[in-house]
């Protein structure tokens, strides 16, 4: 599968004022056939934890801990070809306050 690296795509990170979670959001790639996110968790490899449809502009990732550090990429597919949205973007999620 080649891999191109979209130029103008960009993916934004959102964290909720309450509980935990991740949302990530980008700009649709016109060629995109599905989306696919990628998570890692400190120093471990990145995992697929998400599959979406090439109607999707975002994801949110309510499996995260308050004090765990993600980070996320997010690759679109198309016609045996493949893409990342950006550049992999990294989070710690706060800590619940006492």
Known sequence: MKRWFGLFSVLFLSLPA????????WKPEPKAEQYIVYRATGDDAYEEI????????????????????????????????????GKPICVEVPRDKK
């Open 18 to 25: 309450l509980g935990h979670s991740v949302t990530l959001t």
């Open 50 to 85: 998400a599959d979406l449809p090439a109607s999707a502009s975002s994801f949110q990732d309510k499996s995260v801990t308050g004090g765990g550090q993600y980070c996320y990429e997010v690759q679109w597919v198309a016609r045996g070809y493949a893409g990342y949205v």
